[in-house]
DNA sequence: AAATCAAAAGTAAGCGTTTACGTACTTTTT
DNA sequence: AAAAAGTACGTAAACGCTTACTTTTGATTT
């Protein structure tokens, strides 16, 4: 447990020398190098991380942030999920990861942020929908990396790491449409969250093609599942023949409602989720979802942060995270109602 | 957005006064020190970290480490609702959080630990049963400030945050009792969790003190939903009419396999979980639970650690946080069964 | 009025790196 | 064989703070 500076004196070289082999930057000979590296382990070497930034102005560090309002997180594993993988990426890479809330002060002011203004994060990770595009943009603009996760701004050059939403939509919609339903129901959160969209866009594709009628969309404030819950308790007086869920946990209040109201699953009605969250596939009965690869997402996130850190990457990059199919016994073929019972 | 040092020459002041008036201390007149602060304000004016990390070798960063297996965190939502509460806390405080897994090679040799040896935390946050107790002993040893969370050592004097296990385990067990059940089973984790263990003795005790035979305890090696709905699935047959769970998911899983067995809750048995997370009241019978203030155990982790790390605190803290009984509906009186239908 | 003391402000060393530049030495080119 | 070009390493400035120590200033005591 030595610093370079120690290291350097006790080998009686210049600390010059030490930054150059142990940052493997040219300039030391090959024999020396190989004396400095072997010692710096034996001896159990760092390089202080404050002094690096000082001289440097690299802090090594990325920074996670949330919105203030902790409900999605409180609601969905899904976030969560994402950060693992994350976590896991950025310390390979050597670097750190520090998680924030963006404070209410800093939404309209983004310099003020002190991650900001103290320039303690080489880059900002932006995850979910809540985050005003105001406060993404100043802080694109004033010049932080900035990488967004399940979001993406049209307008905006910002990198985005998002699920398939669309096609995976549109599979499990076409799996539904392939049990025969016709007359179907889109249960949704908030129009303008990008991936609440997308999957909504994805779903509605899936009946186009097909030619059939598109689905009712019933829209909420939210996605949790609370409100999946309340939502088809109002979805079902139409009597639709299946739910396609915008994500699991609105699913599973779904299937909580319809249990309550003495509908079968998937005897009688047929529900889908989005997401594959770890209890999905544990729930009364196993739901039929698209699983997002959530590390993978986080992964991704912390790469292509990195590229853009280090400007080795082309204008904006977008990434589109494959989804699978995942069916399960929330669906099934549909049956006219009379047959029932 | 300008450092202190440039604040100081636009002033005309020396770097120190400038240094001594931002952080507080003495040595400034009045007049200056207002006259300092308000220009600060007007500019701007923040302090680099690095160079203030490298002059006092205090990083002004708490870490938040769990171990690098991802159960806990998959399953239990519990931790993450602690994680914001703490990170509210640290951000009050001016302070940073980073967040951790605890790399494999670390286990053995803490010291190895890059935030360790980099000092690049001023203390750490251990959360969960799963962290080796070697591991912390030796953290300990080395002079690294560390608070526990859901974690406790008896013959370690390591801080500690829990919640009130044992008093919350013993109101819900007495609830129970209340209702007239006698027959009762506790659905358990892993004996050697401490906070399993000290659920499980509440439990015990208010039968005890009831002078009710014990209730039988059913182990199983984690404390997931799918464990929950298998244990009940054993424990069923011996036709207790209580389950007591030590956490909410094994409460949900045990009533997920009640409902596939064709036993009615509240009407044939009673069923408790510990911990009330979120879907807890609003799952298909609202389950009757433990509320534990998941935000306060972080809040109080985090105010224990700085005073820890200023060494204002005597020997060895330990924080039992308050719980509070939540009946809802998965819980009723007992009515013989032969009454039932 | 001189001596003493306290408070306010400045000076400078030190924290541990990185990196532009300089120097010594070796190799290549002509 | 001299000049040019590389290579390996060292020197020292810079990064922006904190803090022990010194100097200056002004008030208090005698």
Redo the contacts between chains.
């Keep these: ?1 030595i610093t370079a500076k120690a290291l350097a004196s006790e080998l009686g070289v210049s600390i010059a020398t030490i930054s150059r082999a142990l940052n493997g930057k040219p300039g030391v000979s090959p024999e020396l190098r190989e004396k400095i590296l072997n010692e710096a382990a034996e001896r ?1 070497t ?6 690096r ?2 001289a440097t ?1 690299r ?1 090594q ?1 990325i920074c ?1 942030a949330v919105h203030h309002l ?1 409900g999605p ?3 969905d ?1 899904f976030y ?2 994402v ?2 993988g994350l ?2 990426e950025i ?1 390979k890479a050597g670097l ?6 963006i ?1 209410e002060e800093a939404i309209a002011n983004p ?2 942020w002190r ?1 900001v ?4 994060a080489d880059g900002i990770i932006l995850i979910g929908p809540f985050i005003p595009a105001s406060f993404i943009l100043k802080l694109h603009s004033i010049g932080v990396p900035v990488v967004l996760i399940d979001n993406f701004l049209e307008r905006v050059p910002v990198d985005a790491v998002v699920a398939d939403d669309r096609r995976g939509a549109r599979e499990v919609a076409e799996h539904i449409i392939s049990l025969g339903h016709s007359k179907v129901a889109i249960l949704s959160g908030p129009e303008d969250w990008y991936s609440n969209a997308e999957r909504v866009s994805g779903f509605k594709d899936a009946f186009k093609k097909a030619g059939i009628a598109e689905p009712i969309v019933y829209n909420a404030d939210d996605t949790t ?2 409100t999946g ?1 309340a939502l088809f308790e109002i979805a079902s007086k139409k009597k639709a023949t299946a739910y396609l869920a915008v994500n699991d946990a609105m699913a599973m ?1 779904a299937m ?1 409602a319809a ?2 109201l003495g509908i079968y699953i998937p005897k009688d009605v047929s529900i889908t989720g989005f997401d594959d969250i ?2 999905a596939a ?3 009965v196993p739901l039929t979802t698209v699983q997002v690869q959530k590390k993978f997402i986080g992964q991704a996130a912390g790469r292509l942060l990195w590229a853009r850190i280090d400007d080795k990457i082309a204008p904006r990059q977008r990434v589109d995270v494959g989804t699978k199919l995942m069916i399960r016994s929330s669906t099934g073929p549909i049956k006219a109602l009379k047959e029932k019972k």
Tied chains: 1, 2.
């Design positions: 447990m159990n760092y390089i202080s991380p404050a002094a930034m000082l102005s802090s560090n996670f902790p997180f409180n609601t594993p969560f999920q950060l693992l976590e896991e310390r750190n990861l520090t998680l924030e809330t404070p310099e003020n991650i203004r103290e320039k303690r599942f609370a819950k209040g909580d249990n309550g770890d209890s544990n729930w009364t």
